[in-house]
């Protein structure tokens, strides 16, 4: 008896100690209301750099935007954080996923962002209300060139071996993204997703209404350069 009240008290101890995340990044996509996007449409046309950039001080390529989805994908037992960016190509709004972090099997958590963790991503990334920034070069230790090309297998870090792989697995995802110009609207999760740095660049409130559900008929993926419901 003595032994199974020990083993009691243990789990409730256990249990109540355990660390809080009021805001975990959501399994299901969230994305902000149709009227929300288009008054971000707005936004871009009006105060947003428009195209894909290549900085040649920094060896860079960057573009800037506003998220208006959040998911968080399962593949191989981890966690990808990813967020839908919407940006201006060519005049025209484009939208990509962008993995804000990502949390190993083993509960390790790797970013290239400003946040240590999950809650503080999902913070700071807040659909329809973030102005953003999203780059990649030499600071995260790939090698850019101005022809589009990206190449991650020279740096090593967590990031960059992920970033390496998901290059592979995607087939130059990051490439085709650049010199595509986003003319394709690329990015649908999980057949490809830019690992580049996120950036907060401060708030804006074009909407008044929070993020809603998505509805999974309503999402499409792209696989193998087809999309599919």
């Excluded at 009240?5 to 249990?15: D, E, K």
């Excluded at 950039?53 to 998911?71: L, M, R």
């Excluded at 060519?90 to 993995?99: A, F, I, K």
Aim: proline share 7%; glycine share 8%; charged share 20%.
């Amino acid at each position: 008896m003595m032994i199974r009240q020990l083993w009691v008290s243990l789990l409730l101890i256990g249990f109540s100690v355990l660390p809080g995340n009021p805001h975990p990044f959501p399994r299901s996509p969230e994305r902000v209301s149709s009227a929300c996007l288009a008054q971000i449409d707005a936004i871009l046309a009006n105060q947003f750099q428009d195209g894909i950039n290549y900085d040649p001080k920094s060896q860079s390529w960057w573009f800037e935007g506003i998220p208006t989805e959040i998911v968080r994908y399962d593949i191989r037992g981890d966690g990808i954080d990813l967020v839908r960016v919407r940006f201006l190509a060519d005049g025209e709004p484009r939208s990509v996923w962008v993995t804000a972090g990502i949390l190993l099997w083993s509960g390790e958590f790797h970013t290239w962002g400003s946040w240590q963790d999950e809650r503080q991503a999902f913070e700071e990334l807040i659909p329809g209300q973030t102005y953003l920034r999203v780059d990649i070069g030499e600071m995260q230790g790939a090698l850019v060139g101005r022809d589009g090309s990206v190449d991650f297998s020279a740096c090593n870090s967590p990031m960059c071996h992920i970033a390496e792989w998901s290059e592979q697995a995607s087939q130059n995802f990051s490439q085709r993204f650049i010199t595509s110009n986003g003319t394709t609207a690329p990015g649908w999760y999980p057949w490809g997703y830019l690992v580049w740095r996120i950036t907060p660049q401060g708030r804006l409130d074009p909407c008044s209404q929070l993020p809603v559900p998505l509805n999974d008929s309503e999402h499409v993926r792209l696989y193998n350069g087809i999309r599919v419901r």
